[in-house]
């Protein structure tokens, strides 16, 4: 009997990082590939409104307030007095509108189709397109099909997110004027950057989230110190609160918007940022028509090589929930491929780094120290202070902290944790000795450059020892 002909070997839904590895580097392999978008460009959620648009947005922020530079020019130190939302978007439009060309190049370059579509499953191997924008249906079909739509945000009714003063995080950068006052709602990784970036600009913030503990899957001590950094730069935490209700309203001073709490405090802001989480964007895919389905939050269940409950379909990227990071999906989307083709791979998803663009930034990978505690693991712990380094000093960054976590008995590294400048690169030093299975001995017997933050790594590596002695 006959093998079956279709369109593609894979077709890909969604052109986020997930979705566009999955195209990529089945591509490389010589496969015939397409990718479908229901946008009008490329890159979805991550470079339109979410990941890249956030950090771009950061690195404007702490760039035009003189933030960074405030530990040595003092705190009334900034690079332009008045700061407008045009002046922090014209950085972001730049980098989105790059970025975008650059993901689209890369597509095209491969021989990857691109399919500006809409797409709806209509049995396992045959997916209906309604092309955008003029509406105009087809079908394609594929051997091997890769769900990487991502999420979108969580709405709730009474939230009634408006885009003029309550907003989501994928429209919070249409806000026309800087506000004076900003109400976070969830305290998740994207609503806990964007409260930090607000805070760093001189904006009162307000952060609400219904958790006692912020980030739990961070160590502690790292959260400690930046709701410290939070509360310094004027944020005011309500945590284990909830919201019951939402209102705008105006007076003589202008538009505000009203919170009301459960414990019956009330918040009065001018705009509100609702960040409650991110559900699956699969109400639309038809999943039944392939025999899947998703959760109650949109996310579809994957085994490890990412193959749903039919095997020549696979979900990648955010769809199939934490840890909803980019460089995760992107390596998610490689690994799908390459299993769908029979190609080995081999990758160490327990060492995969966390990067949260705080301000200041904190990265980690390996084992917490709540974690090891729970395991009954016997650890030591050393500490470098950014104020102990030349480098930290000159950056002007006296509050950063690398932390090292080793095994008491063989010294072998278990955890890295860092909140200060720099620390998501910083932190792939750490990840390479421990994907080596490397000793806190490595650091002491490294030479590093001088003056840099990699130094962190030899002066906390020498603060765990020191301890040891010390037992």
């Known amino acids: 009997m006959a093998a079956p002909h279709y369109d593609y070997d894979l077709l890909v ?23 479908i978008e229901k946008r009008t460009v490329v890159g979805g959620v991550c470079i339109n409104t979410g990941t890249i648009p956030s950090k771009s947005l950061r690195e404007a922020a702490l760039n035009l307030s003189g933030y960074r530079e405030r530990g040595i020019y003092g705190a009334s130190y900034s690079v332009k007095q008045h700061i407008t939302m045009r002046d922090l978007l014209f950085r972001v439009d730049h980098v989105i509108s790059t970025e975008i060309d650059v993901a689209r190049h890369q597509l095209m370059r491969n021989g990857v189709d691109i399919l500006t579509a809409k797409a709806r499953f209509v049995d396992p191997h045959r997916l209906a397109l309604e092309l955008v924008p003029d509406g105009i ?84 001590e790292i959260m400690e110190a930046l709701v410290y950094h939070l509360r310094g730069n004027r944020a005011t935490l309500f945590l284990g609160e909830t919201v019951s209700s939402i209102e705008c309203y105006e007076d003589d001073r202008g538009a505000h918007v009203r919170l009301l709490l459960a414990s019956g405090k009330q918040v009065v802001t001018d705009k509100v940022l ?64 390459c299993h769908a083709f029979g190609v080995p791979t081999h990758s160490i998803p327990s060492l995969f780094p966390y990067g949260i663009f705080t301000v200041p930034g904190i990265s980690m990978v390996g084992k917490t120290e709540e974690e090891l505690t729970k395991e009954g693991v016997a650890y030591e712990v050393g500490r470098a202070q950014y104020r102990e380094i030349a480098r930290g000093q000159i950056l002007g960054d006296r509050t950063g902290l690398l932390k090292l976590i080793f095994d008491r008995n063989d010294r072998r590294l278990l955890g890295v944790h860092i909140i200060g400048a720099e620390a998501a690169e910083l932190v792939h030093i750490g990840q390479a000795v421990l994907a080596l299975g490397g000793k806190v001995d490595y650091f002491v017997d490294t030479v590093f450059n001088y003056p840099t933050l990699a130094e962190c790594y030899k002066t906390a590596a020498f603060d765990g020892i020191n301890r040891l002695g010390l037992s």
């Open 13 to 35: 839904i969604g052109s986020g990082p997930a979705g566009h590895r999955a195209a990529i580097q089945a591509a490389k392999l010589d496969k015939h590939v397409a990718i």
């Open 137 to 220: 249906h087809q079908e394609a079909t594929a051997a091997n099909i890769v769900i990487a739509v991502g999420t979108e945000t969580v709405q709730d009714p009474f939230a009634r997110c408006d885009g003029q003063h309550i907003f989501t995080c994928d429209d919070l950068l249409t806000v026309e004027h800087l506000p004076r006052s900003l109400t976070v709602v969830g305290a998740g990784v994207i609503g806990l950057e964007y409260a930090c970036i607000f805070a760093a600009l001189g904006v009162r913030v307000t952060l609400i989230d219904a958790r006692s503990q912020m980030l739990p899957f961070v160590d502690r």
């Open 274 to 337: 609702y960040s409650v989480g991110r559900r699956g964007a699969t109400d639309q895919l038809g999943l039944e028509a392939a025999g899947l389905s998703a959760d109650d939050r949109g996310r579809i269940r994957v085994n490890e090589y990412y193959q749903t409950d039919a095997e020549h379909i696979y979900a990648v990227g955010d769809v199939i929930g934490f840890p909803s990071l980019a460089s995760t999906s992107m390596e998610q989307g490689r690994l799908a491929s």
